[in-house]
């Protein structure tokens, strides 16, 4: 049987290169990863949604069931790739949810969420004190057919990555 495949994304900014490689490392075992060079990140230091969005259509056009995990910023390209119908994940699992990211950019949260929502299905992981939104407040935001999970944490890392994952394959292997 083949592997699931499953696409990586990660926050903006350069520090999340390694957290990307470490993502890799870790899901690699039991999933086939779809690569993303992210090398306007690399490049620049910060994500340019449109050049990613591009990126997102051609590493999937040709794929028909994958899966998409991805953290921070990289959640917000995902949301707007599944909006604007670019992309078409069997589900997609956030982690950490950055609201004020989404705010200060004057993206209405709701409605992004809602119109991803309607399809596919979502399962965010939030820690209970994300600076970028705490527990409480993504929960907000979120409709309630939404999964989220409460994780301890006060940084926006996501480094408990064996921890983590042991809920991502549960909700991939659900779907």
């Known amino acids: 049987m083949d592997q699931k495949k499953l ?3 990660s926050g903006n900014s350069k520090a999340n290169i390694l957290w990307l ?3 890799r490392k870790n899901y690699i075992r039991d999933y ?3 690569d993303i060079s992210y090398e306007h990140w690399k490049k620049e230091g910060s994500i340019d949604f449109d050049i990613e969005l591009n990126n997102l259509e051609r590493i999937t056009k040709d794929i028909k069931d994958y899966y998409i995990v991805a953290k921070s910023a990289g959640s917000i390209l ?3 790739g599944i909006t604007q119908q670019i992309i078409n994940p069997k589900c997609l699992v956030i982690l950490g949810l950055p609201l004020k990211y989404i705010q200060e950019r ?3 949260t709701k409605d992004l969420i809602n119109r991803a929502n309607n399809k596919t299905k979502i399962f965010v992981i939030q820690q209970k004190n994300d600076p970028m939104g705490s527990f409480e407040e993504v929960k907000e935001e979120l409709p309630v ?3 989220i999970l409460e994780i301890p944490g006060d940084d926006h890392v996501y480094e408990n990555m064996d921890g983590i994952k042991l809920f991502v ?3 991939i ?3």
């Open 145 to 147: 057919n939404i999964k």
């Open 106 to 108: 004057n993206i209405s």
């Open 173 to 175: 292997n659900e779907n």
């Open 78 to 80: 995902a949301l707007m």
């Open 32 to 34: 086939e990863v779809l």
């Open 7 to 9: 696409l990586i994304l």
């Open 21 to 23: 490689k470490n993502m």
């Open 169 to 171: 394959d549960k909700f």
